[in-house]
């Protein structure tokens, strides 16, 4: 109940409330990214272990284009990826910066020297 997708590098033996989708003539990134639109929990088939079937899950329909306009989606969603993952690392960093900045002023390590601070009117009324 998670949603969570994995792509496997290797053959393997999964758990029975987990299920494996091989595709045919589709890309598995293509497939991965198709899937990882799609809420899994709308296809659970109730019981003491909710669980994916076969039987449920083929209800999902997948466009398969042609593999060359396949491969070109998964070669932009991947630079994508890599793009946000460059920004979360970015802001990470920015976060860390900002925490370490505001115990060095708030301990005193660091002082201000300038007191004259311009307050734009639009804060100033509210104190």
Do not use: C, H, W
Request: hydrophobic fraction near 35%.
């Amino acid at each position: 109940m998670t949603n969570k997708r994995r792509i496997l590098a290797q053959d393997s033996a999964i758990d029975n409330n987990q299920i494996g989708i091989v595709g045919e003539e589709v890309k598995p990134l293509f497939l991965y990214y198709y899937l990882s639109d799609v809420d899994m929990g709308r296809f659970v088939q109730e019981g003491a272990v909710k669980s994916l079937t076969k039987s449920l899950l083929s209800k999902v329909r997948v466009p398969v284009p042609p593999v060359e306009i396949q491969s070109k989606i998964v070669a932009i969603l991947e630079s994508i990826d890599k793009q946000i993952e460059t920004e979360k690392r970015v802001k990470t960093q920015q976060e860390r910066l900002k925490r370490g900045l505001m115990q060095d002023l708030l301990s005193g390590t660091v002082r201000t020297t300038d007191t004259n601070i311009e307050v734009p009117e639009e804060i100033v009324q509210y104190g």
